[in-house]
């Protein structure tokens, strides 16, 4: 389904073309909100403010407006997404406030990824995705299956690897507009498997599908991944790379560390600047530094 002027698209249309990824940042208050914006202006970046259902569930219309003030009114483009909405309860949240409030994020993961089937999956997704086309809100999809759990986030077995063959049948009949496919990729840490174990080559067969097109590609799982691999990700087709944390623990740590000795509007400064040195070190390594 088509959507013009969509800011979230348009960032992520913008690092296909361009060889670079983008970081999509899971920001659970409004310092990391602030931390990301700030990483962001002064790479000349563009960025993705990312919500999880239990933060919008906490701050509800008010937060999220916050975090869209703050991202739509920044110097370098940045959108707002909301990752992983899996229960009716948080879609209805979310699209109703578009519908009933006006206040839209830019996108959406619908994640009907833990359906028994694909045709399950499809069957859940596809009135979700249309409520969300019809108030200018691109769609996130998962195909395949992802292990695992962060925080604020239920915790999934059974994994499955994404067929590309199948991907392109899924994208056109769901509609949507991102794909996060499974490619070996798991949700918190690899150490348990003994590192990453990729199949970039599904990867690059969904590249050689949909190049110079919707869907874009996301990567999820993205903890202890080397320098390396984030690059050979960029060049595998993935665009938006979901973050969380790699910039949220030093948030935590710097907080509760400084806070033991320092005024709250200090200790929370420290903390700012911690996540955001790590936002620095990713716009860097995924080449969206100056691209904005
Ligand atoms: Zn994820």
């Not at 830019?106 to 833990?114: F, K, L, T």
């Not at 925080?151 to 996060?180: C, Q, S, V, W, Y």
């Not at 202890?224 to 690059?231: G, I, V």
């Not at 960029?234 to 665009?239: F, I, P, Q, R």
Request: hydrophobic share 40%; aromatic share 8%; glycine share 8%.
């Amino acid at each position: 389904m088509t959507l013009s002027n969509n800011r979230t698209l348009d960032i992520l249309q913008k690092a296909e073309a361009g060889g670079y990824g983008i970081v999509a940042q899971t920001c659970y208050d409004a310092g990391m909100a602030k931390a990301l914006v700030r990483a962001a202006e002064r790479n000349k970046s563009p960025a993705i403010l990312q919500l999880f259902p239990i933060t919008l569930q906490a701050g509800k219309g008010p937060f999220l407006q916050y975090c869209l003030t703050l991202a739509h009114n920044a110097s370098v483009p940045i959108a707002v997404h909301l990752d992983h909405a899996t229960d009716p309860e948080h879609l209805e949240l979310s699209i109703g406030l578009a519908e009933k409030e006006g206040i839209k994020f830019d996108s959406i993961m619908v994640d009907a990824s833990h359906a028994d089937n694909e045709a399950e999956n499809i069957a859940i997704a596809v009135p979700y995705i249309k409520r969300c086309v019809a108030q200018g809100i691109a769609t996130e999809v998962e195909l395949g299956r992802l292990e695992g759990g962060e925080a604020g986030l239920r915790e999934i077995t059974g994994g499955m690897l994404t067929d590309p063959a199948n991907a392109e049948t899924f994208m056109k009949e769901t509609g949507a507009h991102i794909l996060a496919p499974s490619y070996g990729n798991l949700h918190g840490s690899y150490k348990f498997i003994g590192g990453p174990k990729y199949k970039l080559e599904i990867l690059k067969d969904l590249q050689q599908r949909f190049k110079g097109r919707i869907p874009y590609l996301c990567a999820h799982g993205t903890d202890e991944l080397p320098d390396q691999l984030w690059r050979d990700l960029v060049e595998s087709g993935v665009s938006k790379f979901n973050i969380n944390s790699w910039a949220r623990d030093p948030y935590c740590e710097s907080l509760s560390k400084s806070l033991a000795s320092n005024p709250f509007p200090d200790a929370e400064e420290e903390a700012i600047e911690a996540f955001a040195k790590v936002c620095d070190k990713f716009m860097d390594l995924l080449g969206s530094k100056g691209k904005a």
